[in-house]
């Protein structure tokens, strides 16, 4: 299903601006919204799956009115919070069994089948009469798309996921999610740039509410693709280097501070072309933010 999105705005009661005429088009398949904390992506995520209410603007999962039929909505969503939390006492299989019942799953024999057909897709059936207490992160996450996959949604909603998993849990939460976005509409939030670079099709970055860019990963790389330049400074020198060029990151390599500058043309001062990546796209989308406010030269 395609889920489109125009000018969505929310101002919150403190006059915080978390969405600012928000517009997306987000087809079938792996869609990564990338943007750093605050910039309004838990605000967008949970008026879609229509847990909250939005100022302006219209959002619509093909014919559907998403902020008008909610119920409508509700049918084909599944949606994983920020925060999921679980009862520690319980057994994954006990939870599970519980959010089908409540999902209208009533026939005994056939939940039993959906319950045990989502515990094996989610790598959880060996371990599904442990208690959720004892879970891992990464445990816990998969769980959490496992109730989220309850009732066959067609749009999925997950909500920085990988937050805090380990490198090895990751992969396997990725291989998870890109199996579901075969053939599903899946939107991830995250601030995690590989986690877009690995398992997405379509992206788009965020911040202070607005969106910067979207469009196909390696597009947007293209885009940026003779326009990165990098080189090694010392401590002492780099406050300079900031002042006279568009510094979109820095970073510690071995021991030794590696920037990476935006310019259109041949920057000079020691300056080599680097590989473009995902990362310096998102670095040079969100500085070029700043200097569109005057925060950088
Ligand atoms: N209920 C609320 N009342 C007032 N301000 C809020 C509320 N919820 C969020 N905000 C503010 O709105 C902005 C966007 O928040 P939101 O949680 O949507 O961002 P986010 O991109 O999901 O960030 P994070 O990853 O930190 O959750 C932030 O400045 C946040 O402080």
Redesign the pocket.
């Known amino acids: 299903m395609e889920l489109r999105i125009r000018n969505l705005s929310k101002t919150?009661?403190?006059g915080?601006v978390?969405l600012d005429k928000v517009s997306l088009t987000i087809p079938t398949g792996m869609f990564g919204l990338l943007?750093p904390?605050?910039?309004?992506?838990?605000?967008l995520m949970r008026t879609l799956a229509t847990l909250q209410e939005c100022d302006s603007g219209s959002v619509f999962l093909d014919d559907i009115d998403v902020l008008d039929e909610k119920d409508e909505v509700r049918r084909l969503l599944g949606y994983l919070p920020?925060d999921f939390g679980v009862y520690p006492k319980v057994t994954a299989y006990e939870l599970l069994d519980h959010f089908a019942v409540l999902k209208g799953l009533t026939a005994k024999g056939r939940r039993r089948e959906v319950v045990d057909g989502l515990l094996q897709q989610t790598n959880l059936f060996e371990v599904r009469h442990q208690k959720l207490g004892a879970f891992s992160g990464g445990m816990r996450q998969r769980f959490g798309i496992a109730q989220a996959l309850l009732g066959d949604p067609q749009l999925i909603i997950v909500d920085?996921p990988t937050a805090g998993l380990d490198p090895q849990e990751r992969v396997r939460f990725h291989n998870l999610l890109s199996d579901i976005g075969a053939d599903k509409t899946v939107l991830l939030s995250t601030?995690i740039v590989s986690d877009v670079a690995d398992l997405c099709a379509n992206m788009a970055i965020i911040h202070k509410g607005q969106v910067l860019l979207s469009g196909e990963p390696q597009k947007l790389i293209d885009d940026v693709a003779d326009k990165i330049w990098a080189r090694f400074v010392t401590k002492q020198e780099l406050p300079l280097f900031q002042q006279h060029h568009r510094v979109i990151s820095t970073r510690l390599l071995m021991g030794r501070t590696l920037i990476h500058a935006y310019a259109e043309g041949d920057p000079g001062h020691g300056f080599e072309e680097a590989l473009a990546t995902l990362e310096d796209v998102y670095f040079a989308a969100i500085t070029g933010r700043h200097a569109a406010h005057g925060e950088l030269p």
């Open positions: 919150y009661a403190n915080v978390a943007g904390n605050g910039a309004g992506k838990s605000t920020q920085e601030h």
